[in-house]
């Protein structure tokens, strides 16, 4: 990763940046892959409001700071500095046991040589509570900046949540694993609460009331994290201490679930029993040894992004700042082990693209429940029913080789070919697409072809809905949210017919 560099000028505050390029270079754009056959597709590129925000953003500069908070924390300071939620746009939590031992084994290795191990960068939001001017910041386009997703006194991490959420998950195993025996080990014990959550008596009281119940997409005020929404559920039935509440959250998940154990869906508690697996047989002492060492040995760089500076230029949209950092760091700054990190993949780009198309925070929420949403369940449904493997991100990947082959009917439809056409090749295609690279994944590039595919295809489409009607802005605004939530619905039927449901 590039330095975060310091700049002033005009006696203003100095104020440090991400930078968007390294040695001259920009981060490459996914757009870049797809070249305009014509004016006509040139103009639908470029009338793609969401498109347009990234193309035309900082060319030097991907987000700014002017905290004087910015830089390396030990976890324990860094636990304890905010509170934090992880957006809807973001990715879902993904890490899977390569990355989960690539930590345990990190950790462990600073109990024996007490040097510094760096887990990479946290990249939120400079959370300034209840004195977040919200609603004086405009966006030129009408499109969503995802600011207005962000629950007040919050900060929006849009960098670094899958270290971030190991860490508390690793913290809630271990303090499932230590024995309520003796002073030092409770001592221990409330630490840990305290860390993971903001009020532990909130969390007692919580805990104690007989009609509290953890529910799909429940936001727990007093969680020092709420993940992304189709996360809370298995996340906190993690990480809330052994109860009534948290076994019920168990039975339902196992109920609802052929195997939990091989479920991508529950990864935040595969993550945690996975630790418990690893350590159940560590000693009490080497438990303590391993929580001093993750707390102090261990540290994120901390780089709180200004959203109330007013600038128009891509640098406080959140949207915009999530896409050129995940460009960036796929491009230039990946880390050198795969045990550290998970690739982007073409699916989270477009669901990013689709959301970042609306124009209200509750008109994107209601079509990621309406239509993404139960279309990463019908595709886990069937992973799990073909006992799918949990050692690479499979609902992300399988939602993109089935925008990949939806993207191939409705250029087929443009040709004015059957969808039966070609029938044979592309289930042939389909079949080597389990043992060749998919087109949603290339080495070094985030989102690959397809992410810049959908993109030319999905500007068309709205260029030629635009094409079609003469509005004023709230009327354009109306069209494009209807336009994505067709697409939304063209997809999830797709997905039924292609499987025969």
């Not at 939001?125 to 209840?130: A, C, F, R, V, Y």
């Not at 009281?205 to 189709?230: I, N």
């Not at 500076?309 to 960036?328: C, F, K, N, P, S």
């Not at 998919?438 to 030319?456: E, L, P, R, W």
């Amino acid at each position: 990763m590039s330095a975060a560099t310091t700049t002033a000028g005009n006696g203003a505050r100095p104020s440090k940046t991400l930078r968007g390029r390294r040695n001259g270079r920009p981060p490459w754009d996914p757009s870049a892959a797809y070249r305009p056959k014509n004016a006509l597709e040139k103009q639908a590129m470029q009338s793609h409001a969401f498109r347009q925000k990234v193309q035309t953003a900082n060319g030097a500069t991907i987000c700014n700071t002017t905290s004087d908070k910015v830089g390396r924390l030990p976890l324990k300071d860094l636990l304890t500095s905010d509170k934090f939620c992880v957006p809807i746009f973001q990715r879902r939590y993904c890490w899977t046991p390569l990355q989960w031992q690539t930590l345990l084994d990190d950790i462990q290795a600073t109990l024996e040589s007490q040097h510094q191990h760096s887990l990479g960068r946290l990249t939120c939001t400079n959370n300034i509570g209840k004195t977040n001017p919200k609603s004086n910041i405009t966006n030129t386009n009408n499109t969503l900046t995802g600011v207005q997703m962000i629950p007040e006194g919050r900060s929006c991490i849009l960098d670094g949540q899958q270290r971030f959420t190991t860490v508390t998950i690793l913290l809630a195993a271990i303090r499932d694993l230590l024995p309520e025996n003796d002073n030092d080990n409770l001592k221990l014990i409330h630490s840990i609460n305290s860390l993971i959550f903001t009020d532990v008596i909130q969390l007692r009281a919580w805990c104690h009331k007989p009609d509290s119940q953890l529910q799909e997409g429940m936001e727990l005020d007093f969680s020092r994290l709420v993940p992304t929404y189709c996360d809370r559920y298995s996340y906190y039935t993690a990480v809330l201490p052994k109860s009534d509440k948290t076994q019920a959250a168990l039975v339902e998940l196992e109920s609802a679930s052929s195997s939990i154990t091989n479920n991508s869906w529950h990864r935040p508690l595969q993550a945690k029993n996975y630790f418990l697996s690893q350590l159940q047989s560590a000693s009490t002492q080497r438990l303590q040894s391993i929580v001093h060492a993750l707390l102090n040995n261990c540290n994120m760089l901390y780089f709180p992004v200004d959203i109330h500076q007013g600038h128009q230029d891509g640098t406080e949209d959140l949207m915009v700042i999530y896409e050129r950092l995940a460009i960036r760091d796929a491009t230039y700054c990946a880390p050198n082990r795969v045990g550290e990190f998970q690739t982007m993949d073409g699916a989270d780009m477009i669901r990013n693209l689709l959301l970042g198309s609306m124009d209200t925070p509750a008109n994107a929420l209601d079509f990621y429940k309406t239509y993404w949403l139960p279309l990463e369940q019908q595709k886990q449904q069937r992973q799990d029913d073909d006992d799918a493997s949990n050692d690479t991100n499979e609902t992300s990947s399988s939602i993109g080789n089935l925008i990949q082959s939806f993207l191939e009917q409705q250029s087929r439809r443009k040709d004015g070919k059957n969808d039966d056409d070609d029938a044979k090749k592309t289930d042939g295609a389909a079949e080597d697409e389990e043992e060749t690279p998919s087109s949603n994944v290339k080495k070094g590039i985030i989102g690959g072809q397809i992410y810049a595919d959908f993109q030319a295809w999905f500007a068309a489409r709205l260029h030629e809905s635009k094409s079609s009607t003469n509005q004023d802005q709230d009327g354009r605004d109306a069209n494009q949210n209807h336009l994505v939530r067709t697409v939304g619905e063209e997809l999830l039927q797709f997905s039924q017919e292609s499987h025969g449901a």
